[in-house]
């Protein structure tokens, strides 16, 4: 995403005062207050195309998958710690199989642990 000082030089090009001003606040708003915001399942991020996906790791190390209810195969998934949680802790993940346009595939050398995920 681009800064705000690339957004105000683009915007200083617009000849009309009132529309320049009312699109710099617009962008302040928007660049100043991104947030993936608060992790529920299924949840799209506060302002991103992001979604949070929580599951538990397998009981044995080997595979097991999230179901993601997104329209397509995601590409990303970034690991989320979600600290209103004492005691969490973040889980090493590997990729087992691509993901397709119904479940995430993974494993972990950790058994039976909570994992907070965010999908792209």
């Known amino acids: 995403m681009a800064d705000l000082g690339y957004v105000n ?7 009309d005062e009132t529309t320049r ?18 992790p ?4 799209r991020a506060t302002n991103l195309q992001t979604y949070f996906q929580t599951s538990t790791t397998a009981a044995s190390t080997g595979e097991f998958s ?9 590409h990303l998934a970034i690991p989320v710690l979600d600290l209103s949680q004492p005691g969490a802790t973040l889980v090493p993940l590997e990729v087992s199989r691509a993901a397709d346009g119904k479940r995430l595939y993974l494993k972990s050398t950790s058994t039976s642990a909570p994992v ?3 999908v792209e």
Do not use: C, Y
């Open 116 to 118: 907070w995920l965010l």
């Open 66 to 74: 999230i179901a993601h209810g997104l329209p397509s195969a995601p």
């Open 40 to 43: 529920e399942h299924h949840s």
């Open 21 to 38: 001003r009312a699109l710099q606040t617009i962008f302040e708003h928007v660049l100043s207050n991104l947030r993936f915001g608060v």
């Open 9 to 15: 030089s683009q915007l200083r090009q617009i000849p």
